[in-house]
C-alpha cells in the first residue's frame, strides 16, 4: 500500500503525516487490497470559518476507486471525518465482493422399511 500525503495552502508537517498514516492503517487493517491511496489536506480562503479546513482522499483497490471529502474547522477532525466516510465506502465494497451464493440444501431422503 502506498499513501500519498500532499498539501495546497498548507505545509504537510511530520505530526500531519504520521496522523495520517496511523488512521488509514484502518482500512488496510479492513480491507488488505488496497494499492494506492492519495490524500490532499487544504486550506480554503471561504468566510464560513468551519469550512475551511478540507481533506480529500481517494482510494484505488483490485478493480474500483472510491473518493471522499469532509470540512471541518479543524484539520485534524476533518481527517477522521474522512477515514470514516472511506471506511464505510470500503467496508461496503468488500461485503459486496464476497460470496454470497447459498448452498443449495441438501434433499431430504426418507428410508421407508
Same mark, same amino acid.
Given at each position: 500500500?502506498?499513501?500519498?500525503?500532499s498539501g495546497h495552502h498548507l505545509e504537510v508537517t511530520q505530526a500531519i503525516q504520521?496522523?495520517?498514516?496511523?488512521?488509514?492503517?484502518?482500512?488496510?487493517r479492513h480491507f488488505d487490497q488496497v494499492t494506492d491511496i492519495k490524500v490532499l489536506l487544504s486550506v480554503d480562503n471561504e468566510k464560513? @470559518?468551519?469550512?475551511r479546513q478540507k !481533506? $480529500?482522499?481517494?482510494?484505488?483497490? @483490485?478493480?474500483?476507486?472510491?473518493? !471522499? $471529502?469532509?470540512?471541518h474547522a479543524d484539520l485534524y477532525a476533518?481527517?477522521?471525518?474522512?477515514?470514516d466516510k472511506i471506511d464505510l465506502q470500503v467496508a461496503k465494497h468488500k461485503?459486496?465482493?464476497?460470496?454470497?451464493?447459498?448452498?443449495a440444501a441438501k434433499r431430504l431422503?426418507?428410508?421407508t422399511e
Open positions: 500500500m502506498s499513501l500519498r500525503i504520521g496522523y495520517v498514516s496511523e488512521k488509514f492503517t484502518r482500512i488496510n464560513e @470559518k468551519d469550512r !481533506a $480529500e482522499c481517494s482510494i484505488h483497490v @483490485k478493480g474500483h476507486d472510491f473518493f !471522499a $471529502e469532509t470540512v476533518a481527517i477522521d471525518l474522512l477515514v461485503t459486496k465482493m464476497q460470496n454470497h451464493h447459498h448452498v431422503v426418507e428410508v
